[in-house]
């Protein structure tokens, strides 16, 4: 179970300290961080002079304003890294729907990370991670929690090389961080807990929603069914029946305002016969782990590239080109990617189409996520 935090509500100009509401406890101001206090916040931050509004994105409503700011502050700090070289946002690029356009990622003294960055932009899509046992984080699915993953990642020699103890001892003197945590937990005394918090607080409030596919499709919600969506090119429509009958079983996730989610969250989908990267092999000694892979969601996929674990295709076509035809018979290979004679499927698009599913996929593509200025990077 999570600590359960107080937080200020800011109504009208009034800060109210939960639980009570008594008169006394009450501090009327105009102003959310006095004059002092935002020109110190402005020789280093470039921050709104009242929080922006992160609660509707958050599937935790009691996630105030305040703590995902200071969640916004932590994830493009370089301070979090043990050389100051990397920030999660380093590898988690806005631009790029908080994926990165390397095969493997470039943490401290410049090392590389041992798979390839999966995006962040719709974590809500998949609710609490810790209440479904088919749900995991990472490539080879070994944590259930983002509480874990982001432990793992921070503290992992190749990333960012720091226990959260370092990083808590690194951070609790500068001044922006006790502003920032005083109005988030009306402390200025930050410890790994809290610090977890605000990190979780602002990246379960990244969402992608304001895609064409969604804006065209919240109109046209029974269009899935193969009924041309109004709004969608004839090539969008031809890539998305495409989509629908061959690849929607495995990547609803992410997309389930319109498509049933399923309960497949992980497999093998037959990119080579013997993987150098076990996956979730590594830490599971079934046979049957061997080389099963995280799906990822599919959410702004147009501009995540490179693809796969290991970054191996570098361009949708590429993808699309594998599993026309290169499915390879690996003994994990996932029996929805199998023919009726128990052989690897071979769906052997046609060039017109390749490029419509291409260009639906496009469609995914969310501008608004992408240039979000409560998502982007204070330091700027």
């Known amino acids: 179970m999570k600590t359960s935090y107080l937080f200020p509500v800011i109504l009208f100009g009034a800060i109210c300290f939960l639980p009570s509401c008594e008169s006394d406890k009450v501090v009327t101001t105009t102003e959310y961080y006095s004059p ?26 009691n996630k105030a304003d305040a703590v995902a700011t200071l969640g916004r502050v932590l994830f493009y700090d370089k301070n979090l890294s043990s050389d100051n070289s990397v920030s999660c946002a380093s590898c988690h690029k806005q631009q790029l729907g908080f994926a990165d356009d390397r095969s493997f990622s470039k943490g401290i003294e410049n090392r590389s990370t041992a798979r390839n960055t999966l995006s962040l932009g719709a974590f809500r899509s998949f609710g609490d991670y810790s209440s479904d046992p088919q749900t995991s984080l990472f490539w080879d699915g070994r944590v259930k929690t983002l509480h874990d993953q982001m432990i ?106 319109f498509f049933s989610n399923t309960t497949l969250r992980s497999a093998n989908n037959g990119l080579e016969l013997n993987y150098a990267d076990k996956g979730e092999g590594d830490h599971n000694p079934s046979p049957e782990a061997i080389a099963i892979f995280k799906i990822p969601g599919l959410r702004n996929i147009a501009v995540t590239a490179p693809y796969m674990h290991d970054g191996r295709f570098a361009s949708l076509e590429a993808v699309v080109d594998f599993y026309s035809t290169g499915i390879q018979d690996h003994p994990n290979l996932n029996p929805l990617l199998k023919d009726a004679d128990g052989h690897p499927k071979k769906f052997n698009f046609t060039g017109a189409e390749k490029d419509a599913l291409v260009q639906f996929l496009n469609t995914l593509t969310d501008n608004t996520m992408r240039n979000e200025e409560k998502w982007s990077d204070p330091f700027l």
């Open 152 to 257: 793992q990642t921070i503290r992992n020699p190749n990333e960012m090389g720091l226990e959260m103890s370092d990083v808590v001892a690194k951070i609790k003197d500068l001044d922006y961080y006790k502003i920032l945590a005083q109005k988030a937990f009306f402390d200025e005394n930050l410890n790994e807990e809290l610090v977890l918090f605000a990190l979780e607080s602002f990246m379960t409030s990244i969402n992608s929603n304001h895609s064409k596919f969604d804006v065209i499709g919240s109109n046209n919600p029974m269009g899935m069914d193969g009924t041309p969506w109004p709004g969608f090119s004839d090539q969008e429509n031809l890539g998305k029946n495409i989509f629908i009958a061959n690849c929607m079983t495995c990547h609803s996730q992410g997309l389930n305002t």
């Open 36 to 61: 002092a206090e935002y020109e110190l916040l402005s020789k280093t931050l470039n921050l709104p002079s009242t929080p922006f509004s992160y609660n509707q994105f958050t599937f935790e409503n």
